[in-house]
């Protein structure tokens, strides 16, 4: 294969790669915090980066209020602490939280909720409230507000984003460098969730774009095949 043809090979599988980026954010658009892949297709493609290489937007989404009150918004910098299904420890945003048939408190993806004690579990039929600082109270069955238990606080961290990473599940992850310990700095809007941070608009810009330029990478490949197919033809001729 000669130059022409690798590097526009090269470029095209690059391209279909950041496509597929840009599909999923796409589809995650009305997904509850959900934090946008980047996709260096080119060099000096969305900003520097080396060709083919990939990062995540952790920018904030935006707030919207939905009056639920287990519904939290982390309204800072920050990540909560919670378990996947498969026991994971791992950091979310994700405040679309509920009572699952135990008793735990867990996100619409089953993830459990930590605090710095350990998962919450509350009693069953208890009224639940989330503080601004992320503290969990309950007020037994029957109970007045007079018997309101503090269960505790939402674990919540703040590690530099650099040392965090997403893996091919979409979870968020710290790296060995990550500072996981609680942070009171850490704080939450009751009654609302974050957005995904996926721009709709500017991301059918930029599939657009990809699509156009991986069309002009095909062509050169067609047209150095063909060139190569020439001048293959002539030398017999000679």
């Known amino acids: 294969m000669n130059t022409v043809l690798q590097v526009a ?3 095209s599988a690059n391209i279909a ?38 990062s995540v937007d952790f920018s904030a989404g935006n707030i919207s209020y939905t009056g639920r009150d287990l519904d ?17 420890e791992i950091l979310s945003r994700r405040g679309d939280l509920r009572l699952d048939p135990l008793g ?18 509350l009693p069953a039929d208890s009224r ?15 109970e007045t507000a007079l018997s309101t238990v ?15 990473q997403k893996g091919l599940d979409g979870n968020i992850r710290g790296n060995a460098d990550a500072n996981l310990e609680p942070s009171a700095d850490v704080q939450i809007a009751v009654g609302a969730l974050e957005t995904s941070n996926v721009n709709p608009i500017a ?10 330029s991986f ?22 001729l000679e």
Not at 29 to 48: C, I, P, R, W
Not at 203 to 212: A, D, F, Y
């Open 72 to 88: 939290i918004a982390i309204a800072s910098d920050g990540w909560m602490q919670v378990i996947t299904p498969g026991g994971e």
């Open 9 to 11: 090979a090269m470029a």
């Open 128 to 142: 639940v409230t989330i503080g601004a600082d992320g503290t969990v109270s309950y007020v037994p069955k029957g």
């Open 215 to 236: 069309e002009s990478h095909i062509q050169t490949m067609k047209s150095a095949d063909e060139l190569d197919a020439s001048s293959a033809k002539l030398m017999r």
């Open 150 to 164: 503090v269960l505790g606080r939402i674990l919540l961290v703040n590690p530099d984003p650099e040392t965090l």
């Open 17 to 54: 790669n950041a496509q597929a980026a840009v599909t999923n954010n796409l589809a995650n658009a009305g997904t509850t915090a959900f934090k946008a892949d980047l996709f260096y297709a080119e060099q000096g493609y969305v900003g520097s980066g080396e060709a083919g290489a990939s």
């Open 104 to 121: 735990n408190l867990v996100d619409a993806e089953q993830n459990q909720i930590l605090s710095d004690a350990g998962p919450i579990n």
């Open 203 to 212: 991301s059918m810009v930029q599939m657009i774009e990809l699509s156009r």
